[in-house]
Nanobody, 115 residues
Framework: QVQLVESGGGLVQAGGSLRLSCVHS???????MGWYRQAPGKQRELVAR???????NYADSVKGRFTISRDNAKNTVYLQMNSLKPEDTAVYYC??????????WGKGTLVTVSS
């Protein structure tokens, strides 16, 4: 069982920055961790992902603005979000995959970007 706890959401003006954190309970069987988001009336979408080897991938809409990173000593994954836009407004969810098939989700943290 993996528990994920997000923090760092909030209200920010367009052009500003936020850093989200996701603390996980820790497991050597985690293959990948990532951030998804869901805006009102829209489907949940992948924002960024980092796999166990360190490779990362990003949604086209956030490339160059968001950076995913991890601190294994702290069991924490971060999402640094810069140059935020109103369309980035959403609930952001931390996600982990264990054994390649088992998915875990955090409860989400709300990011609101005002214009």
């Amino acid at each position: 069982q993996v528990q994920l706890v997000e923090s760092g959401g909030g209200l920010v003006q367009a052009g500003g920055s936020l850093r989200l954190s996701c603390v996980h309970s820790g497991s050597i069987s985690i293959n990948a961790m990532g951030w998804y988001r869901q805006a009102p009336g829209k489907q949940r979408e992948l924002v960024a992902r980092i796999i166990s080897g360190g490779s990362t991938n990003y949604a086209d809409s956030v490339k160059g603005r968001f950076t995913i990173s991890r601190d294994n000593a702290k069991n924490t994954v971060y999402l640094q979000m810069n140059s935020l836009k109103p369309e980035d407004t959403a609930v952001y969810y931390c996600h982990a995959v264990m054994y390649g098939t088992i998915n875990y989700w955090g409860k989400g943290t709300l990011v609101t970007v005002s214009s």
